[in-house]
């Protein structure tokens, strides 16, 4: 069993910038995949990033160029790098681990 801690959520100004970090218990090493996913208030949760083994990404279209997803499996934790934030942004964001195992989530609020 792997247990997914996510920090770094907090309030900011539109914008600004926050890093998330996704730790885990054990080695991430194995999971081919990893992610960040987010909820909004009254909408679905949504894909926002997801990096694999190799180094490949995906991102949704409204987070390119401003979010950067990033791993490191010495330390078993995956960063999610967000400048340049929005109010739309706001949601409670997810780490993931190929969608099997899921992190209690943060809440990310950006609002002036």
């Known amino acids: 069993q792997v247990q997914l801690v996510e920090s770094g959520g907090g309030l900011v100004q539109p914008g600004g910038s926050l890093r998330l970090s996704c730790a885990a218990s054990?080695?991430?090493?194995?999971?081919?995949?990893m992610g960040w996913y987010r909820q909004a208030p009254g909408k679905q949760r949504e894909m926002v990033a997801v990096?694999?083994?190799?180094?490949?990404?995906n991102d949704v279209d409204s987070v390119k160029g401003r979010f950067t997803i990033s791993r490191d499996n010495a330390k078993n934790t995956v960063y999610l790098q967000m400048n340049s934030l929005k109010p739309e942004d706001t949601a409670v964001y997810y780490c993931?681990?190929?969608?099997?195992?899921w992190g209690q989530g943060t809440q990310v609020t950006v609002s002036s």
């Open positions: 993931t681990a190929e969608n099997r195992y």
């Open positions: 054990g080695s991430i090493f194995s999971f081919y995949a």
């Open positions: 990096i694999r083994r190799d180094g490949s990404i």
